[in-house]
Nanobody
Framework: QVQLVESGGGLVQAGGSLRLSCTAS????????MSWYRQTPGTERELVATITRLSSSTNIADSVKGRFTISRDDAKGTVYLQMNSLKSEDTAVYYC???????????WGQGTQVTVSS
């Protein structure tokens, strides 16, 4: 059974930091690109960051560049999103996603709420 379980969300003051984790099971984690998305009510899910297989490259959205970092630990089957200098506009539900384009497979986690108070 495929599972992606996010954790680390919560309430933080503006300027603070959080680290989100997403732990995978039920598939070969190291073979998948991993991404973090976020969504606020009434809006489309927004791509925040992506890390490819073997951590060969990362892509960070302009809105969070210089503040957020994505990393992965294949031995632990976990992808991380380090969020620094948080702003109120970072408030959202954050989701992790695993995808392997070659097989047309995409998996989503259930999401974790991040709330930044100003």
């Amino acid at each position: 059974q495929v599972q992606l379980v996010e954790s680390g969300g919560g309430l933080v003051q503006a300027g603070g930091s959080l680290r989100l984790s997403c732990t995978a099971s039920g598939f070969t984690f190291s073979s998948y690109a991993m991404s973090w998305y976020r969504q606020t009510p009434g809006t489309e899910r927004e791509l925040v960051a992506t890390i490819t297989r073997l951590s060969s490259s990362t892509n960070i959205a302009d809105s969070v560049k210089g503040r957020f970092t994505i990393s992965r630990d294949d031995a632990k089957g976990t992808v991380y999103l380090q969020m620094n200098s948080l702003k109120s506009e970072d408030t959202a539900v954050y989701y992790c996603r695993a995808d392997r384009q070659a097989l047309g497979r995409i998996y989503w986690g259930q999401g974790t709420q991040v709330t930044v108070s100003s």
